[in-house]
């Protein structure tokens, strides 16, 4: 397994490994994952990983939006050609490495840290599956595809006009099974479990592993008149490891003692889903496989679209969400215009608990929770040499 760069490329990979041991238990599992990456710890954690390495990687830099102008900026231009000669070298590292392990086959999610190493699978002859949970397919698959042997993705095919459709098969986004819907027990329990013993309701605010600026200035401006209003909500805010020290110090100028009880500030978390599973709102991006997760849960969210991603996915994730009305929307502009846009629909959901139930049922209709188990069955099909699901 390859992949990293951000939580989003590395939870659907732990969630495919589980189920291949669930499986085949005999199955050996290692992760390349790219040098310097500040989630190694992540995969290197998690008991279904029986082997992690590190190859160098470099990034394309390009924002969606921006047009030629980011190109022709020399900061943009010199990091884009350091980064080529770093998929070189990572190249060359990955090309020795998978004459070490010798792998049957290869999961890429498709970070940055795919490109070099399936370009050495490529090498090698090693066949390799790419996998994209979002609309629009990331750039290091775009690159890699040309040698995939099956292109997994969350939509139905038409939607990826880019892969040959014989090549191409649906599976929707691997997730860990413990994103579930929870009973009103469950709730309580959980709570009791995260010290969240006096909320009466909870709002989680994430932005990724990574973290989300825009998304963090929006919550510390909108959580302090919350709690005002509100007077039995806890709030529990994922900064992403560098933002954390910085939003909590924040909360605590905004905020007086006994209302900063009530905010809980933790950068990277591995159980999401014990914080979502008891969670009444969740404010969050529109990442693939987050959504995918709290459609699993059936969870009420506020969806903040990073608007400079790579084709704009995130906006197009949004969008199909918020037209079938399974998700609140709120655009970046719109935050940049109005530091307190979270408001509005924070405050009609509270005020409405019958809405906070609907929104998630609707999400919940998204949800494929089968997805990681269809994965692991394409990896073993290619493994044990029997066509597969793309290929029948």
């Known amino acids: 397994m390859t992949g990293g760069g951000s939580g989003g490329h590395i939870t659907p990979a732990l969630a495919v490994a589980y189920e291949l041991k669930q499986i085949r238990p005999d199955v050996e599992i290692s992760y390349i994952g790219q040098a310097g990456d500040s989630l190694l710890d992540v995969p290197a954690q998690d008991k279904n990983i029986d082997h992690l390495y590190t190859v160098r990687a470099g990034k394309f830099r390009r924002y969606h939006g921006e047009g030629w102008k980011q190109i022709l900026d020399v900061k943009t231009m010199y990091l884009n050609l350091r980064d080529a000669f770093f998929v070189l070298v990572g190249v060359w590292q990955s090309f020795k490495l998978l004459g070490k392990i010798r792998p049957d086959v290869i999961f890429t999610r498709g970070s940055f840290v795919s490109v070099p190493v399936c370009l050495a699978a490529k090498l090698r002859g090693i066949p390799y599956i790419t996998h994209d949970s979002d609309a629009i397919p990331s750039l290091a698959n775009r690159i890699i595809a040309p040698w995939a042997s099956v292109h997994a993705v969350a939509l139905p095919k038409d939607v990826y006009p880019s892969y040959p459709p014989e090549k191409t098969v649906t599976v929707g986004v691997p997730i860990s099974g413990a994103f579930h819907p929870l009973t009103a027990a469950e709730v309580a329990k959980g709570r009791t479990q995260l010290h969240l013993t006096e909320a009466t309701q909870v709002l989680l605010i994430t932005g990724g592993g990574l973290g989300a600026q825009r998304v963090n200035h929006a919550a510390i401006a909108a959580v302090p008149e919350l709690l005002k209003r509100y007077p039995g909500l806890e709030v529990v805010h994922i900064a992403g490891r560098k933002e954390e020290a910085g939003v909590r110090q924040q909360y605590r100028q905004a905020l007086p003692p006994a209302q900063q009880e009530r905010v809980s500030v933790k950068g990277f978390i591995p159980n999401m889903h014990q914080y979502s599973g ?62 307190h846009a979270l408001m509005p629909p924070l405050t009609d959901l509270f005020d409405h608990p019958e809405k906070i139930v609907a929104l998630g049922k609707k999400l919940a209709q998204f949800a494929q929770p089968n997805a990681a188990h269809l994965l692991a069955m394409v990896l073993l099909e290619i493994v044990d040499g029997v066509p597969t699901r793309a290929q029948s």
Request: one cysteine or more; glycine letters at 8%; proline letters at 5%.
């Open 278 to 339: 008891v969670a009444d709102v969740i404010v969050t991006r529109a990442g693939g496989t987050s959504i995918a997760e709290f459609a699993a849960q059936g969870k009420a969210c506020v969806v903040v679209p990073a608007p400079h991603l790579t084709g704009g996915h995130q906006l197009k994730n949004a969008k199909v969400l918020a037209d079938r009305k399974a998700v609140r929307l709120v655009n970046e502009s719109t935050l940049q215009e109005d530091p």
